[in-house]
Nanobody
Framework: QLQLVDSGGGLVQPGGSLRLSCAAS????????IGWFRQAPGKEREGVSC????????YYLDSVKGRFTISRDNAKNTVYLQMNSLKPEDSAIYYC????????????????????????WGQGTLVTVSS
């Protein structure tokens, strides 16, 4: 059974930082494209950042470019999202998701895939940016 476990969320002041982790169990992430998605109350789900299986290609939502960095450590079977200069509008439930790389045309495409097209997703971790 494919399982992803998200962690690292919390309450942080504007301008602060958090690092989210997405750990896989039951399978290897080596051949999966990984994406971080978020959904705030009353808003549509959006793809924040996605990374190819080889870490060669990455995609970022315009509003997080220059502030967020996605990375992966396949040896640890984990993907990270480093979030700096956080803003109140970044508050949301963040969750990671995985899709086999042969089924994903580009990392940008991964970030707009529907849940039903994904192979696994985490339970979500809450990020609250507030003073």
């Amino acid at each position: 059974q494919l399982q992803l476990v998200d962690s690292g969320g919390g309450l942080v002041q504007p301008g602060g930082s958090l690092r989210l982790s997405c750990a896989a169990s039951g399978f290897s992430l080596d051949y999966y494209v990984i994406g971080w998605f978020r959904q705030a109350p009353g808003k549509e789900r959006e793809g924040v950042s996605c990374i190819s299986s080889t870490e060669t290609n990455t995609y970022y939502l315009d509003s997080v470019k220059g502030r967020f960095t996605i990375s992966r450590d396949n040896a640890k079977n984990t993907v990270y999202l480093q979030m700096n200069s956080l803003k109140p509008e970044d508050s949301a439930i963040y969750y990671c998701a995985a899709a086999l790389d042969r089924n994903v045309a580009t990392v940008q495409a991964m970030c707009v895939m529907t849940l039903s097209s994904l192979d696994a997703w985490g339970q979500g971790t809450l990020v609250t940016v507030s003073s």
